[in-house]
């Protein structure tokens, strides 16, 4: 079983930081791409930022030059740090991997977390 542990939302005001983290755990053979999505109350789920195994990245023009994603590969752990936050970047944010487990290491699967929620608010 594997599985997505995110931890690091919380309220923030306007220019603030966040960090979050996303952990996997259980049966894991490897782990390729890594990322981070959002979805705002109403809206779709939106990619924010994505890394792949070797660490080339992707962003949303929304957080370019705010937000940096990173990861820790003897973790398994992929990181987000936001700078600058602004009110629009209210969402709930979900890590998503794309990993090989023990079980069936010749296929890979996409994993979810459960989601950590974000407020940016005075």
């Known amino acids: 079983q594997v599985q997505l542990v995110e931890s690091g939302g919380g309220l923030v005001q306007p220019g603030g930081s966040l960090r979050l983290s996303c952990a996997a755990s259980?049966?894991?053979?490897?782990?390729?791409?890594m990322g981070w999505y959002r979805q705002a109350p109403g809206k779709q789920r939106d990619l924010v930022a994505t890394?792949?195994?070797?660490?080339?990245?992707n962003y949303a023009d929304s957080v370019k030059g705010r937000f940096t994603i990173s990861r820790d590969n003897a973790k398994n752990t992929v990181y987000l740090q936001m700078n600058s936050l602004k009110p629009e970047d209210t969402a709930v944010y979900y890590c998503?991997?794309?990993?090989?487990?023990?079980?069936?290491?010749?296929?890979?699967?996409?994993?979810w977390g459960q989601g950590t929620q974000v407020t940016v608010s005075s």
């Open positions: 998503n991997a794309e990993i090989r487990p023990y079980s069936i290491s010749s296929r890979r699967f996409q994993y």
């Open positions: 259980g049966s894991i053979f490897s782990i390729n791409a």
């Open positions: 890394i792949s195994s070797d660490d080339s990245t």
